[in-house]
């Protein structure tokens, strides 16, 4: 230490022990000369890390003594007398006073920010209310006089109760008119009057004979009309309005035991438009397809037209949910209800083939047909949708509230949800966080901040809420409360933007007080970049109306979504903050070469046109890193023709509403694996569930015995044959959460399937006969 410094040390510790400091002492200190070379050190030393620091400050050596010196000093009492004995300045309580009266401290005081944090956590926190000595006492003395007053009449009123009451006399009048004449049965002699005097003392010798005695005895009361019966019978327990049928048999029909689980009830809806039209060429057997609702193998010798095609692009799941709730019911799904290209959509990766952003590309794969016995192949085309060029929101803390109770267990809504889930939970950028709480009458932190690239937490969220029942009330109001909390009191509220999601199909039931109190948190957690939308999955119309309602009073947006897809998409934008939509009218055309291939089978797609409702239109619309694909069956002819088909596909940017076009790309006889183990995860994937499909929809396998005519016969009956496939997939498609779906659901039918329907276990060869597809064997 320089001498200057330690004078002015020795100075300052003087005057505080005499009472006296120096105020120009801060003057002093900024005119001694700092040592030559201290600030470069000093800016060396803030440049290191917190673990160089660390190292260094190991090497430090100890000064002798100062361990039992640090130790000495913790003594309790030896402190104190210390401390006791310290001056305190003459100035420190006056200037201590000063503060306390210091108004511009005040104002200074007032301007701090207060933390959002701290603003929630008071609104939760209840008020106190301070209540004088006076009004406590009073309070006090009134709640003993009530309950004074209630008990003594509560007594009261059982002492009267135990009273004896004595009823009231009764008078016979009997009036005596000599001999009886017995005109009428409405007159009565003998009448009871209530309430009234005691009778006269009868005089002597007016008695009444034994023989008049016992014709009085004889006489009854008049019949009651049916005014008096009605009368009589109010007087009882009698309602006029109970259901007579319910009095006399009671209730008749079943009674469900506690808990037990209600059926899947059968929903109605109207037809919808389904399916590729059946095309007006010579190779394509429309007889066949109309008979028995499955697409047979289209040749394409006969005329060109029937070598282009232009391929319906499907990415609902409709049918493969309904099939999921009636296996949970144990039921199975009957054939019509079973669409095939549902089954391969809800298969599907949602990755196809890496695809530029902002992009559109296209892939094929090839194999072999396994589970026809006949020689055949399999052919997929598909179509994918690149990620966005950029996110409007770089990263965005999401927090989502599932409902649970037992609303989310109606038309399989807790199992839409999770699925929806699954499929969002891969679009998380590595910085974005996400929060998962799921309600019913209580609340469950799932998660808390996890971020987007920490998989395993993820995946651990994922299957806590698989193992998520429906059940109970939904307790909304204690929901909201927490999900907003966790929103606002996150370590990244300062610097993402908050989004909060609420996933429900409970009405929403708020009283009041909860109403007002969620209304101050939305409004407080508005100051800041929040966002509140409702995903209703209830679909009822009587929900969206008081949701709408609610949406509003809380500044929030209402979505009605029934599908998965829908609620993936709605979480993936409320994610980015930007559409979702990639691309529109995506259309797909594929040019079969005739030298190469003899027929083909769309497999799946079956026209409603024949059932009075015009097919599905063929373009579909596309997200943000979502494939489609379709499935053909393929019949090569035995040579050296290399080039199979050509695919392209036109689509348009929903930005700039430009028209694009992928392709053609060329589908080469090389790409046709030899085993079905050895081709691309997505056809493995496709060929089990198509496979599944079609035996739920009791289709047929087909074989080329001509360039004109094919051979068809039915399918097995049981779904071992596709269980056991599908167990020989590749490891990494087996773990796929929406292939082990797709199995587990066909593991679930396969002891529900039934046998076949007799017309439709024909087995035959239909051909080209004098220009007409006939049955070959038959006139």
């Known amino acids: ?85 310290v001056p305190f300045p003459a100035f420190f309580v006056e200037r201590l006073a000063e503060s306390i009266a210091d108004e511009q401290l005040d104002e200074q005081l007032r301007d701090v920010p207060v933390p959002v944090c701290v603003l929630a956590r008071s609104r939760i926190i209840p008020d106190r209310r301070v209540r004088s000595a006076l009004r406590q006492w009073s309070l006090a003395a009134s709640l003993l ?65 034994d023989e008049t005695m016992a014709l009085l005895t004889t006489f009854d009361r008049p019949r009651l009309g049916p005014a008096g019966q009605l009368a009589a019978d109010l007087r009882t327990a009698w309602n006029p309005w109970d259901n007579w049928l319910l009095k006399r048999w009671g209730a008749l029909g079943y009674v469900p035991a506690g808990g037990a689980p209600l059926p899947e009830l059968t929903a109605l809806s109207a037809p919808v438009a389904q399916g590729r039209e059946a095309p007006l060429v010579r190779g394509h057997d429309r007889e066949f397809l109309y008979a028995y609702a499955v697409q047979p193998p289209t040749l394409t010798a006969p005329d060109a037209e029937a070598r282009t095609l232009d391929v319906p692009l499907v990415t609902e799941t409709d049918s493969f949910d309904r099939a999921l709730r009636l296996a949970a019911a144990g039921r199975a799904p009957a054939g019509p209800q079973v669409r095939v290209e549902h089954f391969l959509s809800a298969v599907q990766p949602r990755r196809l083939v890496e695809a530029a952003p902002g992009q559109v590309a296209l892939c094929t794969a090839a194999g072999p047909s396994v ?36 609303s989310m267990s109606r038309s399989g809504g807790l199992d839409v949800v999770r699925r929806a889930v699954s499929d969002a939970l891969d679009y998380l950028g590595p910085d974005d966080r996400l929060s998962l709480l799921v309600f019913a009458d209580e609340v469950a932190e799932i998660v808390r901040e996890v971020r987007g690239d920490d998989r395993a937490a993820l995946e651990e969220a994922q299957r806590l ?56 948190m939305f409004a407080e957690a508005a100051k800041g970049d929040f966002r509140f939308e409702i995903c209703d999955v209830a679909g009822e119309d009587d929900n969206g109306a008081a949701w709408q309602v609610l949406a509003g009073s809380l500044d929030g947006t209402l979505r009605r979504l029934r599908t998965a897809d829908g609620l993936c998409w709605a979480l993936v934008e409320a994610l980015t903050g930007d559409a979702s939509l990639a691309a529109t009218e995506v259309k797909m055309r594929i040019e079969f070469n005739p030298q190469a291939v003899a027929a083909y089978r769309l497999i799946g797609h079956e026209s409603t046109a024949f059932g009075g409702l015009l097919p599905a239109a063929l373009e579909a619309d596309l997200h943000v890193g979502q494939g489609v694909s379709a499935l053909f069956e393929i019949w090569l002819y035995p040579n050296d023709e290399d080039d199979v088909a050509e695919v392209r596909v036109q689509w348009t940017d929903p930005a700039s509403g430009q028209s694009s076009q992928v392709g053609p790309q060329r589908v080469s006889r090389l790409q046709f694996a030899t085993a079905l183990e050895g081709a691309a995860l997505a056809l493995q994937a496709a060929a089990v569930a198509a496979e599944g499909a079609e035996v739920l929809r009791q289709s047929f396998n087909f074989d080329l015995v001509a360039p004109d005519r094919y051979r068809y016969q039915p399918k097995p009956g049981g779904l071992h044959h596709v269980l056991a496939q599908a167990d020989r997939v590749a490891a990494a498609l087996a773990r796929q959460p929406r292939y082990r779906r797709v199995v587990d659901l066909l593991g679930a039918l396969s002891g529900l399937v039934g046998e076949r329907a007799a017309a439709s276990a024909h087995s035959g060869v239909r051909g080209i006969v004098t220009d007409s597809w006939r049955e070959y064997g038959s006139k």
């Open 465 to 520: 809420l698989d193992q998520a029942a429906a059940g109970g009330g939904a307790n909304l109001g204690v929901a909201l409360q927490q999900a907003v909390s966790v929103a606002i009191e996150s370590e990244s509220a300062a610097r993402l933007p908050r989004r909060l999601v609420l996933v429900t199909a409970s009405p929403p039931v708020l009283a009041d007080k909860d109403a007002n109190g969620l209304r101050q």
């Open 371 to 406: 589970f026809n016995p006949f020689a055949a192949g399999l052919l997929q085309v598909g179509v994918q949708a690149g990620m966005p060029r950029r996110r409007s929101l770089a990263a965005a803390h999401l927090v989502l509230a599932i409902d649970a109770s037992a």
């Open 145 to 209: 006089l009530m309950v004074g007053a209630g008990t003594a009449a509560w007594v009261g009123g059982m002492v009267w109760s135990a009273r004896v009451v004595e009823p009231p006399p009764l008078a016979l009048v009997v009036i005596d008119q000599g001999p009886l004449d017995l005109i009428s049965p409405a007159e009565s002699a003998v009448a009871i009057v209530a309430d009234v005097p005691a009778p006269r003392a009868r005089p002597a010798g007016g008695g009444f004979s």
């Open 1 to 85: 230490m320089p001498g200057g410094l330690r004078e002015i040390e020795v100075d300052r510790t003087t005057a505080m022990a005499s009472g006296e400091f120096e105020p120009n002492l801060k003057g002093q200190l900024n005119d001694v000369a700092l040592p030559a070379g201290l600030l470069p050190r000093l800016y060396d030393i803030a440049a290191w890390g917190d673990d160089e620091l660390d190292v260094r400050l190991r090497d430090v050596p100890l000064p002798l003594g100062l361990v039992d010196r640090l130790t000495a000093s913790i003594a309790d009492e030896p402190l104190d007398e210390q401390l006791r004995d």
